[in-house]
């Protein structure tokens, strides 16, 4: 399992040194299936971890695919700064998401830290969301 991880992480890096986008989807696919083969066999609960590994898989495939675009963002530093924000915020709901599932699929409560996390990652996305979407409006005029 750890040489099908392994083999991922390779094929993304080749995909990433030589700029081939075909390939970088195939070194995702396969990390994935590393961490799928290590939950099948690890048996017993479900990972804890998964809300987290989710955001950090799509942030990582997200920041992948950026850096092969081709495009040079360095004379647009707003647009860069608005994506990078975007990609914060959702990397930020993907693990909120996740761990709400979980945390419904386990079907016990997680606590008052647990809540407070939740409300503190809405309320830090709303403000992004919002901050984003002034600056937005501010260069329309």
Known sequence: ???IGCAG????ALALVGRWA???PWGFVVVGAGYALFLS???GTVDA???ILAATFFVASELSFWSIEGRSWGSER???VRRVALLFSAGLATAIVGGVLLLVASGRRGGIGYEAA???GAVLTLAVITWLGRRSWSARD
């Open 9 to 12: 992480l390779f094929l993304t």
């Open 22 to 24: 075909a390939l970088l």
């Open 78 to 80: 707003e647009v860069l």
């Open 1 to 3: 399992m750890t040489l």
């Open 49 to 51: 971890r998964a809300p």
């Open 41 to 43: 066999l690890r048996g």
């Open 118 to 120: 939740g409300v503190a």
